[in-house]
């Protein structure tokens, strides 16, 4: 292991973000487990750890960071904060050519930063190392019952945003026992899915076969698992195959309609390709036979498999309702007979101490081993953006976003 000065930097965005990549025994892990490593944390009056349980574990904080040779962060970096010639690891939100973030990725090109995004870091297999989305199933899922229970006057969650941490807001789960004998559908099989089945579970909500869900009645709610071959099909009447899924998913149609009559809360957790059917159509909300009134699209993708998320919403404000009779957006709850929508797009920001001790457990031990490494290495390089102020070979498609002239699209993977 070589020789690095680390830094955690602080969190500039706003609003601001209580996340760190490391928390302060992570930190103590760190440079116990990686001999060479000097590790400093920058001064932070929001951070949900504060300055001195870093002090108090014996961990260097100071006012910048500016001497250290990679700095650690969790979102994008403001442009005015950006410091030249570093190494950064932050979730970029670059490689969908995103138009808000396409002047931070030219300072980045102009200020000769090394940018390597923790969305890219992936194994041999191409799947993603480190993550938030167990902590984004675990908040979606919650919001979900806690905007059902608004919406129908049942009980009171506090919200998560409110709660100390997991624990604090477990103790909320006892209230969902006034549900009645309702109906959950979870999409997805990832960790976003994993955290809201998880949710579900320790609720003590019954988890029931697809086809006991779609057929059966219970006097009890119940909740259950949808893979994409679940509500899906080939356009063709072939028999399903998940690869060709993911790799042509124009050739498929959706079959989700069979769950709309027998759905009263859909949590929706699985990726969507923007190429992939949508799960239901604004028309189809119109019909007798649609029974979902509240959906928590943890995903969160404006007009996306949801057709009824027409924008993102805020921690402190996460619901709206969407009216099928006019397609249009209004107070959540406010009428029966509209379907309520959660859309928080940072939810794991509501569990903030929880979700950065994930995810330091995660960048011990499935990065740092690859960053620090004396050699070059696969994993770090199929993550790195940019080096010597140039797009790497394998970001190259994002020239002429960088240039600002015609966007072309990402490639698929």
Same mark, same amino acid.
């Given at each position: 292991?070589?020789?690095? @000065?680390?830094?955690?930097?602080?969190?500039?965005?706003?609003?601001? !973000?209580?996340?760190?990549?490391?928390?302060?025994?992570?930190?103590?892990?760190?440079?116990? @487990?990686?001999?060479?490593?000097?590790?400093?944390?920058?001064?932070?009056?929001?951070?949900?750890?504060? !300055?001195? #349980?870093?002090?108090?574990?014996?961990? #260097?904080?100071?006012?910048? /960071?500016?001497?250290?040779?990679?700095?650690?962060?969790?979102? #994008?970096?403001?442009?005015?904060?950006?410091?030249?010639?570093?190494?950064?690891?932050?979730?970029?939100?670059?490689?969908?050519?995103?138009?808000?973030?396409?002047?931070?990725?030219?300072?980045?090109?102009?200020? &000769?930063?090394?940018?390597?995004?923790?969305?890219?870091?992936?194994?041999?297999?191409?799947?993603?190392?480190?993550?938030?989305?167990?902590?984004?199933?675990?908040?979606?899922?919650?919001?979900?019952?806690?905007?059902?229970?608004?919406?129908?006057?049942?009980?009171?969650? +506090?919200?998560?945003?409110?709660?100390?941490?997991?624990?604090?807001?477990?103790?909320?789960?006892?209230?969902?026992?006034?549900?009645?004998?309702? +109906?959950?559908?979870?999409?997805? @099989?990832?960790?976003?899915?994993?955290?809201?089945? #998880?949710?579900?579970?320790?609720?003590?909500?019954?988890?029931?076969?697809?086809?006991?869900?779609?057929?059966?009645?219970?006097?009890?709610?119940?909740?259950?698992?949808?893979?994409?071959?679940?509500?899906?099909?080939?356009?063709?009447?072939?028999?399903?195959?998940?690869?060709?899924?993911?790799? &042509?998913?124009?050739? $498929?149609? *959706?079959?989700?309609?069979?769950?709309?009559? /027998?759905?009263?809360?859909?949590?929706?957790?699985?990726?969507?390709?923007?190429?992939?059917?949508?799960?239901?159509?604004?028309?189809?909300?119109?019909?007798? *036979?649609?029974?979902?009134?509240?959906?928590?699209?943890?995903?969160?993708?404006?007009?996306? *498999?949801?057709?009824?998320?027409?924008?993102?919403? *805020?921690?402190?404000?996460?619901?709206?309702?969407?009216?099928?009779?006019?397609?249009?957006?209004?107070?959540?709850?406010?009428?029966?007979?509209?379907?309520?929508?959660?859309?928080? !797009? &940072?939810?794991?920001?509501?569990?903030?101490?929880?979700?950065?001790?994930?995810?330091?457990?995660?960048?011990?031990?499935? /990065?740092?081993?690859?960053?620090? @490494?004396?050699?070059? !290495?696969?994993?770090?390089?199929?993550?790195?953006?940019?080096?010597?102020?140039?797009?790497?070979?394998?970001?190259? $498609?994002?020239?002429?976003?960088?240039?600002?002239?015609?966007?072309?699209?990402?490639?698929?993977?």
């Amino acid at each position: 292991m070589r020789n690095v @000065s680390l830094g955690l930097i602080r969190e500039g965005k706003n609003p601001p !973000d209580r996340r760190v990549a490391l928390t302060p025994k992570k930190c103590v892990e760190a440079l116990s @487990s990686f001999p060479g490593l000097r590790l400093v944390v920058q001064e932070s009056a929001v951070r949900s750890y504060s !300055d001195q #349980e870093y002090r108090d574990l014996g961990i #260097e904080v100071q006012a910048d /960071v500016a001497d250290c040779d990679i700095l650690l962060g969790v979102k #994008e970096v403001p442009v005015d904060q950006l410091i030249p010639n570093k190494t950064y690891l932050f979730f970029s939100h670059t490689v969908k050519k995103q138009p808000r973030n396409r002047e931070m990725l030219r300072q980045i090109l102009a200020k &000769n930063i090394t940018l390597i995004d923790y969305e890219m870091l992936t194994n041999a297999r191409g799947e993603r190392i480190v993550a938030f989305g167990r902590y984004a199933g675990i908040v979606g899922a919650y919001n979900g019952l806690l905007i059902y229970g608004r919406k129908h006057n049942l009980y009171n969650l +506090k919200p998560a945003y409110q709660c100390v941490d997991m624990d604090d807001m477990q103790e909320e789960f006892f209230k969902v026992k006034k549900l009645p004998p309702i +109906k959950i559908a979870v999409t997805g @099989s990832g960790r976003v899915a994993q955290g809201a089945l #998880e949710v579900l579970t320790r609720m003590g909500i019954r988890r029931v076969s697809v086809y006991d869900y779609l057929y059966l009645a219970f006097n009890e709610p119940v909740y259950t698992q949808l893979c994409s071959s679940d509500y899906n099909a080939r356009r063709d009447g072939r028999v399903w195959d998940t690869p060709d899924f993911h790799r &042509n998913p124009q050739e $498929y149609k *959706s079959t989700f309609d069979k769950f709309l009559p /027998v759905t009263d809360l859909l949590i929706a957790c699985a990726y969507w390709d923007p190429a992939a059917p949508k799960l239901f159509t604004e028309a189809e909300t119109q019909q007798p *036979s649609f029974h979902i009134n509240t959906i928590a699209d943890v995903t969160c993708d404006v007009d996306g *498999s949801i057709p009824c998320t027409k924008r993102s919403t *805020s921690i402190t404000a996460p619901a709206y309702d969407y009216n099928p009779a006019t397609g249009e957006l209004e107070p959540p709850c406010s009428r029966p007979e509209n379907i309520t929508i959660m859309a928080v !797009d &940072n939810l794991p920001c509501e569990l903030p101490r929880n979700a950065s001790r994930d995810f330091g457990r995660q960048l011990l031990d499935a /990065v740092f081993p690859h960053l620090l @490494s004396d050699t070059a !290495d696969e994993i770090i390089e199929r993550a790195t953006i940019t080096r010597n102020s140039q797009l790497t070979a394998r970001y190259q $498609y994002l020239q002429d976003y960088v240039a600002d002239t015609k966007i072309a699209s990402a490639p698929t993977t």
